[in-house]
């Protein structure tokens, strides 16, 4: 991957830690990278929901943030 790249957390579970510290020691791919390599393979899975759908990006607009609660 190349260009400029953008801090953020990520909070991962214990299990997941260590298996993706795991698949860095077998593959040497930095653990950035396998990152990286998991959001594009989620938003090829959810591809269909960022076809543009003007009604509910205006709705969104007037949502207040869902700060990680489950609904």
Same mark, same amino acid.
């Given at each position: 991957? *190349?260009?400029?790249? +953008?801090?953020?957390? $990520?909070? #991962?579970?214990? @299990?997941?830690?260590?298996?993706?510290?795991?698949?860095?020691?077998?593959?040497?791919?930095? *653990?950035?990278?396998? +990152?990286?390599?998991? $959001?594009? #393979?989620?938003? @090829?899975?959810?591809?269909?929901?960022?076809?543009?759908?003007?009604?509910?990006?205006?709705?969104?607009?007037?949502?207040?943030?869902?700060?990680?609660?489950?609904?």
């Amino acid at each position: 991957m *190349v260009g400029r790249k +953008v801090a953020t957390t $990520v909070y #991962l579970t214990p @299990e997941q830690d260590s298996r993706l510290k795991k698949v860095h020691l077998r593959t040497r791919l930095a *653990v950035a990278e396998l +990152v990286r390599q998991g $959001v594009d #393979l989620v938003l @090829e899975r959810y591809a269909d929901a960022l076809v543009a759908d003007p009604v509910a990006d205006a709705k969104a607009a007037f949502l207040p943030p869902n700060r990680g609660r489950r609904t």
